[in-house]
């Protein structure tokens, strides 16, 4: 399983439709200050589940959905999709190509697909749970985010381990299992 493409639309500084095709192994993104690098995972991280506008560098909801320009005009929603090669089925979905869609509105509101059908954000976290890059799997390491870590309280740098061990997840079953 890899991710193959990200398409953006609204989102942050990509007023157009912007879609990246990624190949097999690794991938650098340069460019010069300012130009959208972080923004990129930004809206990976959108489409995984993050819910903590302060995570995706902004203070409001608004300020990750295109903001406009002299002229431009801002737009009414943000729509981000992350398209991964299920060929191995790493995700435990039928299809060879899964396709995740987060939709994010001015109200406040949030919207999510998998492969074009609509569903919860639990449904999301849970497909992802498993194998780890979750929005906490810790397969993402923003700016700053080392120095969290190391200054962190010993309770929560347990956590932050558990989660990167994969422990997290039978945690997160076992409160699941207990509401029933
Ligand atoms: P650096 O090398 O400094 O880390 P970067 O390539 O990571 O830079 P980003 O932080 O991804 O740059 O992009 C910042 C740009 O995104 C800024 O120019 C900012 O104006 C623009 N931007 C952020 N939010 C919005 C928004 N809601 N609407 C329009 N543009 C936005
Ligand atoms: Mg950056």
Same mark, same amino acid.
Not at 55 to 83: C, M, N
Not at 111 to 135: A, M, P, Q, W
Not at 139 to 166: C, H, M, N, V
């Given at each position: 399983?890899?991710?193959?493409?990200? &398409?953006?639309?609204?989102?942050?500084?990509?007023?157009?439709?912007?879609? #990246?095709?990624?190949?097999?192994?690794? *991938? *650098?993104?340069?460019?010069?200050?300012?130009?959208?690098?972080?923004?990129?995972?930004?809206?990976?991280?959108?489409?995984?589940?993050?819910? /903590?506008?302060?995570?995706?560098?902004? /203070?409001?909801? &608004?300020?990750?959905?295109?903001?406009?320009?002299?002229?431009?005009?801002?737009?009414?929603?943000?729509?981000?999709?992350?398209?991964?090669?299920?060929?191995?089925?790493?995700?435990?979905?039928?299809?060879? %190509?899964?396709?995740? *869609?987060?939709?994010?509105?001015?109200?406040?509101?949030? %919207?999510?697909?998998?492969?074009?059908?609509?569903?919860?954000?639990?449904?999301?976290? %849970? #497909?992802?749970?498993?194998?780890?890059?979750?929005?906490?799997?810790? @397969?993402?390491? /923003?700016?700053? $985010?080392?120095?969290?870590? #190391?200054?962190?309280?010993?309770?929560?740098?347990?956590?932050?381990? &558990?989660?990167?061990?994969?422990? @997290? $997840?039978?945690?997160?079953?076992?409160?699941?299992? #207990?509401?029933?």
């Amino acid at each position: 399983m890899y991710l193959k493409k990200l &398409e953006m639309k609204g989102f942050k500084s990509f007023a157009d439709k912007v879609v #990246l095709n990624f190949e097999r192994g690794i *991938t *650098t993104i340069v460019g010069p200050n300012g130009s959208g690098k972080s923004n990129i995972s930004d809206a990976v991280r959108l489409v995984l589940g993050e819910q /903590s506008i302060k995570s995706l560098r902004g /203070s409001k909801l &608004e300020d990750i959905i295109f903001a406009g320009t002299e002229k431009r005009k801002p737009l009414g929603f943000a729509e981000v999709s992350l398209v991964f090669d299920n060929c191995d089925h790493m995700l435990p979905l039928d299809y060879s %190509e899964v396709a995740i *869609t987060r939709r994010i509105f001015r109200s406040g509101e949030s %919207e999510f697909y998998i492969n074009k059908t609509s569903c919860r954000l639990k449904d999301i976290y %849970e #497909l992802f749970l498993d194998i780890g890059i979750g929005k906490d799997g810790y @397969s993402i390491i /923003s700016q700053g $985010k080392i120095d969290e870590i #190391l200054s962190t309280k010993p309770e929560e740098r347990r956590r932050i381990f &558990e989660e990167a061990a994969g422990i @997290s $997840k039978y945690k997160y079953k076992k409160e699941e299992a #207990l509401k029933k």
